[in-house]
Protein backbone atom coordinates (compact mmCIF):
# COMPACT_ATOMS: atom_id res chain seq x y z
CA UNK A 1 0.00 0.00 0.00
CA UNK A 2 1.47 3.43 -1.24
CA UNK A 3 2.32 6.16 1.68
CA UNK A 4 1.64 6.38 5.31
CA UNK A 5 -1.16 4.44 7.22
CA UNK A 6 -1.21 6.88 10.15
CA UNK A 7 -2.70 5.20 13.43
CA UNK A 8 -1.58 7.47 16.20
CA UNK A 9 -3.93 10.34 16.63
CA UNK A 10 -4.06 9.83 20.47
CA UNK A 11 -0.16 11.27 19.95
CA UNK A 12 -1.38 14.20 17.41
CA UNK A 13 -3.56 14.71 14.84
CA UNK A 14 -2.92 16.42 11.47
CA UNK A 15 -4.07 19.83 11.22
CA UNK A 16 -6.84 20.48 8.96
CA UNK A 17 -7.49 22.71 6.18
CA UNK A 18 -9.78 24.72 7.15
CA UNK A 19 -7.70 25.13 10.80
CA UNK A 20 -5.02 26.08 8.66
CA UNK A 21 -7.08 29.01 6.34
CA UNK A 22 -8.33 30.81 9.43
CA UNK A 23 -4.56 30.53 11.12
CA UNK A 24 -2.97 32.25 8.48
CA UNK A 25 -4.35 35.66 8.10
CA UNK A 26 -3.30 35.80 11.94
CA UNK A 27 0.65 35.27 11.31
CA UNK A 28 1.50 38.04 8.83
CA UNK A 29 -1.75 40.25 7.88
CA UNK A 30 -3.45 40.77 11.87
CA UNK A 31 -0.89 40.35 13.83
CA UNK A 32 -0.89 42.81 16.14
CA UNK A 33 -0.65 42.18 20.00
CA UNK A 34 -4.68 41.90 21.10
CA UNK A 35 -3.34 43.26 24.55
CA UNK A 36 -1.75 46.75 22.83
CA UNK A 37 -4.58 49.60 22.29
CA UNK A 38 -4.33 51.20 18.41
CA UNK A 39 -6.40 50.45 15.85
CA UNK A 40 -4.19 47.58 14.00
CA UNK A 41 -4.54 45.41 17.28
CA UNK A 42 -8.47 45.27 17.37
CA UNK A 43 -8.79 42.32 14.78
CA UNK A 44 -6.57 40.01 17.36
CA UNK A 45 -8.41 41.18 20.11
CA UNK A 46 -12.26 40.19 18.21
CA UNK A 47 -10.45 37.16 17.09
CA UNK A 48 -9.82 36.29 21.44
CA UNK A 49 -12.96 37.41 21.70
CA UNK A 50 -15.02 35.19 19.31
CA UNK A 51 -12.47 31.91 19.91
CA UNK A 52 -13.10 32.07 23.69
CA UNK A 53 -17.66 32.42 22.92
CA UNK A 54 -17.31 29.23 20.78
CA UNK A 55 -14.84 27.05 22.57
CA UNK A 56 -17.39 28.40 25.72
CA UNK A 57 -20.66 27.53 23.85
CA UNK A 58 -19.18 23.82 22.78
CA UNK A 59 -18.31 22.67 27.04
CA UNK A 60 -22.00 24.65 28.38
CA UNK A 61 -19.96 27.26 30.10
CA UNK A 62 -19.33 31.29 30.21
CA UNK A 63 -16.17 32.68 27.89
CA UNK A 64 -14.60 33.99 31.29
CA UNK A 65 -14.00 30.88 32.47
CA UNK A 66 -12.26 29.69 29.64
CA UNK A 67 -8.08 30.69 30.15
CA UNK A 68 -5.95 29.58 27.18
CA UNK A 69 -2.73 28.19 28.28
CA UNK A 70 0.09 26.50 25.95
CA UNK A 71 -1.63 23.00 25.92
CA UNK A 72 -2.59 20.32 28.38
CA UNK A 73 0.23 19.72 30.40
CA UNK A 74 0.66 23.28 31.54
CA UNK A 75 -3.36 23.13 32.41
CA UNK A 76 -2.82 19.84 34.36
CA UNK A 77 -0.32 21.41 36.08
CA UNK A 78 -2.17 24.68 37.08
CA UNK A 79 -5.08 23.29 38.12
CA UNK A 80 -3.29 20.74 41.03
CA UNK A 81 -0.68 23.44 41.85
CA UNK A 82 -2.99 25.84 41.89
CA UNK A 83 -5.73 24.29 43.81
CA UNK A 84 -2.94 23.33 46.45
CA UNK A 85 -1.86 27.06 46.99
CA UNK A 86 -5.83 28.10 47.01
CA UNK A 87 -6.78 25.80 49.44
CA UNK A 88 -3.83 25.91 51.88
CA UNK A 89 -5.81 26.13 54.53
CA UNK A 90 -7.83 23.67 54.88
CA UNK A 91 -5.46 21.34 54.24
CA UNK A 92 -2.71 19.66 51.15
CA UNK A 93 -4.57 16.09 49.92
CA UNK A 94 -5.61 15.11 46.30
CA UNK A 95 -7.51 12.41 44.95
CA UNK A 96 -6.64 10.95 41.67
CA UNK A 97 -5.91 7.44 39.89
CA UNK A 98 -3.15 4.95 38.85
CA UNK A 99 -4.34 5.39 34.95
CA UNK A 100 -3.69 9.33 34.97
CA UNK A 101 -1.48 10.93 32.01
CA UNK A 102 2.23 11.78 33.75
CA UNK A 103 0.57 15.65 33.26
CA UNK A 104 -0.79 14.57 36.34
CA UNK A 105 0.96 11.96 37.80
CA UNK A 106 4.43 13.90 37.50
CA UNK A 107 3.40 16.85 39.11
CA UNK A 108 1.31 14.99 41.83
CA UNK A 109 4.40 13.42 42.46
CA UNK A 110 6.21 16.70 42.66
CA UNK A 111 3.47 18.17 44.53
CA UNK A 112 4.32 15.18 47.53
CA UNK A 113 8.11 16.46 47.77
CA UNK A 114 6.59 19.73 48.95
CA UNK A 115 4.13 17.85 51.74
CA UNK A 116 1.04 17.36 49.97
CA UNK A 117 -0.24 13.93 50.04
CA UNK A 118 -1.81 11.95 47.52
CA UNK A 119 -4.62 9.15 47.12
CA UNK A 120 -4.24 6.99 43.77
CA UNK A 121 -7.05 5.14 43.63
CA UNK A 122 -7.57 1.76 41.58
CA UNK A 123 -9.26 0.56 38.40
CA UNK A 124 -10.79 -2.54 37.46
CA UNK A 125 -9.47 -4.78 34.40
CA UNK A 126 -11.19 -2.41 31.67
CA UNK A 127 -9.54 0.82 33.36
CA UNK A 128 -12.93 1.91 35.45
CA UNK A 129 -12.03 3.97 38.60
CA UNK A 130 -13.38 2.33 41.70
CA UNK A 131 -15.62 4.40 42.71
CA UNK A 132 -15.96 3.14 46.24
CA UNK A 133 -12.47 3.53 46.52
CA UNK A 134 -12.61 7.01 45.48
CA UNK A 135 -15.14 7.79 48.21
CA UNK A 136 -13.05 5.90 50.73
CA UNK A 137 -9.88 8.07 49.50
CA UNK A 138 -11.62 11.39 50.60
CA UNK A 139 -10.66 13.20 53.80
CA UNK A 140 -11.67 16.23 55.15
CA UNK A 141 -8.52 17.56 54.05
CA UNK A 142 -9.39 16.42 50.66
CA UNK A 143 -8.62 19.62 48.08
CA UNK A 144 -8.92 18.10 44.79
CA UNK A 145 -10.33 15.38 43.13
CA UNK A 146 -8.57 14.70 39.73
CA UNK A 147 -10.06 12.09 37.44
CA UNK A 148 -9.06 11.95 33.78
CA UNK A 149 -12.53 12.10 31.47
CA UNK A 150 -11.07 9.27 29.09
CA UNK A 151 -7.52 7.46 29.00
CA UNK A 152 -4.86 8.30 26.75
CA UNK A 153 -3.87 4.55 25.91
CA UNK A 154 -6.71 2.16 26.65
CA UNK A 155 -9.62 4.74 25.64
CA UNK A 156 -11.68 3.92 28.48
CA UNK A 157 -13.78 6.62 29.36
CA UNK A 158 -14.68 7.41 33.37
CA UNK A 159 -18.06 7.60 34.80
CA UNK A 160 -17.23 11.65 34.80
CA UNK A 161 -20.42 12.80 36.31
CA UNK A 162 -20.99 10.55 39.12
CA UNK A 163 -17.66 11.61 39.83
CA UNK A 164 -19.09 15.35 39.65
CA UNK A 165 -21.51 14.30 41.54
CA UNK A 166 -19.38 12.78 44.73
CA UNK A 167 -17.03 15.97 44.84
CA UNK A 168 -19.92 18.50 45.15
CA UNK A 169 -21.52 16.16 47.76
CA UNK A 170 -18.54 16.21 49.40
CA UNK A 171 -17.47 20.09 48.48
CA UNK A 172 -14.40 19.53 46.90
CA UNK A 173 -13.47 21.32 43.36
CA UNK A 174 -13.29 17.94 40.80
CA UNK A 175 -10.89 18.15 37.73
CA UNK A 176 -10.82 16.01 34.97
CA UNK A 177 -8.04 15.97 32.39
CA UNK A 178 -10.15 15.93 29.10
CA UNK A 179 -7.22 16.14 26.40
CA UNK A 180 -8.53 12.69 24.87
CA UNK A 181 -11.90 13.16 25.49
CA UNK A 182 -12.30 16.70 24.06
CA UNK A 183 -14.12 17.08 20.56
CA UNK A 184 -14.47 12.99 20.39
CA UNK A 185 -17.67 12.53 22.81
CA UNK A 186 -19.94 15.02 24.37
CA UNK A 187 -18.84 17.13 27.52
CA UNK A 188 -21.18 19.61 29.55
CA UNK A 189 -19.29 20.87 32.53
CA UNK A 190 -22.28 21.91 34.59
CA UNK A 191 -24.58 19.07 33.70
CA UNK A 192 -21.35 16.51 34.26
CA UNK A 193 -20.16 18.77 37.92
CA UNK A 194 -16.77 19.64 36.14
CA UNK A 195 -15.02 22.53 38.31
CA UNK A 196 -11.59 22.63 36.03
CA UNK A 197 -11.15 20.70 32.47
CA UNK A 198 -8.21 20.90 30.80
CA UNK A 199 -7.72 20.36 27.37
CA UNK A 200 -5.52 20.47 23.96
CA UNK A 201 -6.09 21.53 20.13
CA UNK A 202 -3.28 18.91 18.60
CA UNK A 203 -5.47 16.29 19.72
CA UNK A 204 -8.85 17.40 17.30
CA UNK A 205 -6.52 18.48 14.07
CA UNK A 206 -5.90 21.62 15.52
CA UNK A 207 -2.57 23.07 16.26
CA UNK A 208 0.29 22.13 18.43
CA UNK A 209 0.76 24.25 21.74
CA UNK A 210 -2.54 25.65 22.68
CA UNK A 211 -4.91 24.77 25.00
CA UNK A 212 -7.15 25.64 27.70
CA UNK A 213 -8.50 25.24 31.02
CA UNK A 214 -11.79 25.90 32.03
CA UNK A 215 -12.13 27.15 35.81
CA UNK A 216 -15.65 27.41 36.96
CA UNK A 217 -16.42 31.29 38.14
CA UNK A 218 -15.94 31.09 41.85
CA UNK A 219 -12.48 29.19 41.94
CA UNK A 220 -10.03 31.59 43.24
CA UNK A 221 -6.93 29.77 41.24
CA UNK A 222 -3.69 31.44 41.86
CA UNK A 223 -2.06 32.91 38.45
CA UNK A 224 0.44 30.08 37.00
CA UNK A 225 2.46 31.97 34.78
CA UNK A 226 3.26 35.59 36.04
CA UNK A 227 3.72 38.36 34.17
CA UNK A 228 1.62 41.02 32.12
CA UNK A 229 -2.48 41.18 32.70
CA UNK A 230 -3.42 38.66 29.74
CA UNK A 231 -6.00 35.98 30.82
CA UNK A 232 -8.08 38.35 32.84
CA UNK A 233 -4.58 38.67 35.09
CA UNK A 234 -4.64 34.93 35.76
CA UNK A 235 -2.36 33.38 33.02
CA UNK A 236 1.18 36.05 31.76
CA UNK A 237 2.23 36.11 28.48
CA UNK A 238 1.31 37.40 24.32
CA UNK A 239 -1.80 34.94 23.62
CA UNK A 240 -1.08 32.77 20.53
CA UNK A 241 -3.47 34.52 18.38
CA UNK A 242 -3.28 31.85 15.46
CA UNK A 243 -3.25 29.24 18.14
CA UNK A 244 -6.74 30.23 19.61
CA UNK A 245 -8.26 30.80 15.97
CA UNK A 246 -7.06 27.66 15.20
CA UNK A 247 -8.04 26.13 18.26
CA UNK A 248 -11.84 27.26 17.41
CA UNK A 249 -11.99 26.39 14.23
CA UNK A 250 -11.34 23.11 15.37
CA UNK A 251 -13.67 22.80 17.86
CA UNK A 252 -15.76 24.15 15.36
CA UNK A 253 -15.25 21.16 12.56
CA UNK A 254 -15.78 19.26 15.65
CA UNK A 255 -18.98 19.77 16.66
CA UNK A 256 -20.29 20.20 12.98
CA UNK A 257 -20.55 16.43 12.67
CA UNK A 258 -19.61 14.76 16.46
CA UNK A 259 -21.83 12.15 16.39
CA UNK A 260 -21.49 11.25 13.13
CA UNK A 261 -17.59 10.79 13.34
CA UNK A 262 -17.92 8.96 16.76
CA UNK A 263 -20.45 6.73 14.65
CA UNK A 264 -18.17 6.18 12.20
CA UNK A 265 -15.04 5.74 13.72
CA UNK A 266 -16.45 2.88 16.44
CA UNK A 267 -17.60 1.10 13.61
CA UNK A 268 -14.14 0.43 12.30
CA UNK A 269 -12.57 0.59 15.56
CA UNK A 270 -14.80 -3.07 16.60
CA UNK A 271 -14.33 -4.19 13.34
CA UNK A 272 -10.72 -3.87 13.65
CA UNK A 273 -10.84 -5.61 17.65
CA UNK A 274 -12.57 -8.34 16.22
CA UNK A 275 -10.59 -9.12 12.97
CA UNK A 276 -7.67 -9.07 15.00
CA UNK A 277 -9.36 -11.29 18.07
CA UNK A 278 -10.48 -13.32 15.31
CA UNK A 279 -7.25 -13.88 13.23
CA UNK A 280 -4.18 -14.13 15.67
CA UNK A 281 -3.79 -15.88 18.84
CA UNK A 282 -3.51 -15.02 22.12
CA UNK A 283 -4.45 -11.31 21.80
CA UNK A 284 -6.23 -9.23 24.25
CA UNK A 285 -8.12 -5.91 23.78
CA UNK A 286 -7.19 -3.39 26.36
CA UNK A 287 -10.22 -1.04 27.84
CA UNK A 288 -13.65 -1.22 28.46
CA UNK A 289 -15.22 -2.57 25.08
CA UNK A 290 -18.60 -0.38 25.70
CA UNK A 291 -17.25 2.88 27.89
CA UNK A 292 -15.04 3.82 25.34
CA UNK A 293 -13.23 6.53 23.06
CA UNK A 294 -14.91 6.20 19.17
CA UNK A 295 -11.01 5.97 17.78
CA UNK A 296 -9.14 3.68 20.42
CA UNK A 297 -7.64 0.56 19.86
CA UNK A 298 -4.90 -1.28 22.12
CA UNK A 299 -4.39 -4.86 21.93
CA UNK A 300 -1.63 -7.15 23.81
CA UNK A 301 0.22 -9.57 21.86
CA UNK A 302 1.48 -12.66 23.98
CA UNK A 303 5.23 -14.21 23.05
CA UNK A 304 5.38 -10.83 21.68
CA UNK A 305 8.14 -7.59 22.22
CA UNK A 306 5.33 -4.18 21.51
CA UNK A 307 8.87 -2.12 20.46
CA UNK A 308 9.46 -4.82 17.90
CA UNK A 309 6.17 -5.20 16.35
CA UNK A 310 6.09 -1.33 16.28
CA UNK A 311 9.77 -1.42 14.35
CA UNK A 312 8.26 -3.88 11.77
CA UNK A 313 5.16 -1.85 11.19
CA UNK A 314 6.64 1.20 10.93
CA UNK A 315 8.86 -0.36 7.95
CA UNK A 316 5.60 -1.00 6.31
CA UNK A 317 4.41 2.62 6.75
CA UNK A 318 2.02 1.86 9.45
CA UNK A 319 2.47 4.43 12.39
CA UNK A 320 1.09 3.20 16.15
CA UNK A 321 2.65 3.43 19.09
CA UNK A 322 3.34 1.56 22.43
CA UNK A 323 1.24 3.69 25.22
CA UNK A 324 1.63 7.32 25.49
CA UNK A 325 3.71 9.56 22.97
CA UNK A 326 5.11 11.41 26.20
CA UNK A 327 6.81 7.80 27.72
CA UNK A 328 8.39 6.92 24.27
CA UNK A 329 11.44 5.34 24.70
CA UNK A 330 11.24 4.04 28.02
CA UNK A 331 11.70 0.67 29.27
CA UNK A 332 8.94 0.23 31.72
CA UNK A 333 6.14 -1.15 30.78
CA UNK A 334 2.82 0.74 30.81
CA UNK A 335 1.63 1.94 34.07
CA UNK A 336 -2.06 1.91 32.90
CA UNK A 337 -1.86 -1.47 31.88
CA UNK A 338 0.00 -2.63 35.12
CA UNK A 339 -2.66 -1.11 37.04
CA UNK A 340 -5.30 -3.14 34.95
CA UNK A 341 -3.29 -6.35 36.71
CA UNK A 342 -1.86 -7.25 33.33
CA UNK A 343 2.00 -9.71 34.03
CA UNK A 344 4.67 -7.36 32.99
CA UNK A 345 5.58 -9.18 29.79
CA UNK A 346 1.99 -9.44 28.82
CA UNK A 347 2.32 -5.15 29.30
CA UNK A 348 5.30 -5.27 27.04
CA UNK A 349 3.47 -6.44 24.13
CA UNK A 350 0.93 -3.78 23.78
CA UNK A 351 -0.02 -1.65 20.92
CA UNK A 352 -2.10 1.36 20.57
CA UNK A 353 -4.07 2.48 17.33
CA UNK A 354 -6.40 5.49 16.95
CA UNK A 355 -7.97 6.17 14.35
CA UNK A 356 -9.22 9.46 12.37
CA UNK A 357 -12.18 10.52 10.60
CA UNK A 358 -9.92 10.01 7.65
CA UNK A 359 -8.75 6.68 8.17
CA UNK A 360 -10.76 3.91 5.78
CA UNK A 361 -11.73 0.36 5.67
CA UNK A 362 -9.20 -0.77 3.16
CA UNK A 363 -6.04 0.44 5.34
CA UNK A 364 -7.69 -1.16 8.45
CA UNK A 365 -7.43 -4.66 6.61
CA UNK A 366 -3.75 -3.84 5.59
CA UNK A 367 -2.53 -2.95 8.82
CA UNK A 368 -4.45 -6.77 10.20
CA UNK A 369 -2.65 -8.69 6.96
CA UNK A 370 0.72 -7.19 8.25
CA UNK A 371 0.13 -7.62 12.36
CA UNK A 372 -0.32 -11.07 11.32
CA UNK A 373 2.43 -11.75 9.16
CA UNK A 374 4.75 -9.88 11.77
CA UNK A 375 3.14 -11.05 14.67
CA UNK A 376 3.61 -14.62 13.32
CA UNK A 377 7.17 -14.08 12.44
CA UNK A 378 8.18 -12.58 16.00
CA UNK A 379 6.66 -15.51 17.56
CA UNK A 380 8.36 -18.33 15.57
CA UNK A 381 11.87 -16.50 17.25
CA UNK A 382 10.15 -16.78 21.11
CA UNK A 383 11.08 -20.01 22.99
CA UNK A 384 7.96 -19.31 25.33
CA UNK A 385 5.78 -19.69 22.26
CA UNK A 386 7.02 -23.30 21.49
CA UNK A 387 6.38 -24.57 24.73
CA UNK A 388 2.93 -23.19 24.45
CA UNK A 389 2.90 -24.92 21.31
CA UNK A 390 4.10 -28.11 22.28
CA UNK A 391 6.92 -28.07 20.72
Given at each position: MDGIIYLDNAATTKVSEGVLKEMLPYFCNSYGNPSSIYEFSVQSKKALVSARQEIAAFLNCEPNEIYFTSGGSESDNWALCGMVEAMAK?????????????????????????????????????????????????????????????????????????????????????????????????????????????????????????????????????????????????????????????????????????????????????????????????????????????????????????????????????CASSGSACTAGSLLPSHVLMALGLPEEVAHGSIRFTLSQETTREEIDFVIDKMEEIVGKLREMSPFYDEIRGR
Open positions: KGAHIVTTKIEHHAVLSTCEALEKKGCRISYVGVDENGIIKLEELKRAITPETVLISVMAANNEIGTIQPVAEIGRIAKERGICFHTDAVQAFGHIPLDVKAMGIDMLSASAHKLNGPKGIGFLYVRKGIMLPSFIRGGGQERGRRAGTENVPGIVGFAQAVREAAKDLFGRAEKESALRDYFMDEVLRRIPYVRVNGSRKMRLPNNVNFSFQFVEGESLLIMLDMQGI
